[in-house]
């Protein structure tokens, strides 16, 4: 079963930025890959996606224009690269294949605060 292990999360101060990593068991080579966040006392909000070879890649409205998103199969690993954060953003991060699996990792919590 895949396994989801994500990690890079942090306190930043607003306009910071952040790069998160997401690694995968088995990759998800053939998938794709989402990632997503949710905030306390909300629903999980989907961010963005890439494809399995990582050639198409889609944005949420909030997100799009700061974060990016990466994959290295070789290393079995998406990334999630965060700049100008704002305390919106702050949220447990997650990632998942496309369709999402019904296990999640532990997610990484990011905290954007002056």
């Known amino acids: 079963q895949e396994q989801f292990v994500e990690s890079g999360g942090g306190l930043v101060q607003p306009g910071g930025s952040l790069r998160l990593s997401c690694a995968a068991s088995e990759i998800s080579r053939r998938d794709g890959m989402d990632w997503y966040r949710q905030a306390p006392g909300k629903q999980r909000e989907w961010l963005v996606y890439?494809?399995?070879?990582?050639?198409?890649?889609d944005y949420a409205d909030s997100v799009r224009g700061r974060f990016t998103i990466s994959r290295d199969n070789a290393k079995n690993t998406i990334y999630l690269q965060m700049r100008n954060l704002k305390p919106a953003d702050t949220a447990v991060y997650y990632c998942n294949t496309r369709p999402a699996m019904n296990s999640w990792g532990q997610g990484t919590q990011v905290t954007v605060s002056s």
């Open positions: 890439i494809t399995n070879d990582g050639t198409y890649t």
